[in-house]
């Protein structure tokens, strides 16, 4: 798993919603919980992502999941619980 965790393709999609997450958290507890007809910079952001995301899980899963399908699927399952944690601010608060 070690040799297959340091592709980009792993890493990336576990490492950009985990930092979606951070700014999400830093985002409300700055601004606290505005809603604006403005989505704003933030709203943007995560609509992009929302599109990035199942394509490179998508793209990891078809490239390593012939050759390795043990870790492989260790790694997406990580990939799927980092994807969820900013979804689930998002839709839990209804930003």
């Given amino acids: 798993m070690n040799s297959i965790i340091k592709k980009p393709s792993a890493w990336i999609p576990i490492a950009i919603p985990l930092i979606f997450f951070a700014y999400l958290v830093i985002c409300i507890s700055i ?12 709203a943007h952001l995560f609509q992009l992502w929302l599109v990035f995301e199942p394509l490179a899980v998508g793209f990891f899963a078809v490239k390593w999941l012939p050759r ?22 998002v839709f839990s608060l209804k930003l």
């Fill in 31 to 42: 601004f606290g919980i505005v809603r604006n007809e403005d989505e704003g910079t933030a």
């Fill in 68 to 89: 390795a399908p043990k870790q492989v699927l260790f790694i997406l399952a990580l990939q799927i619980v980092a994807a969820l944690l900013p979804m689930s601010i």
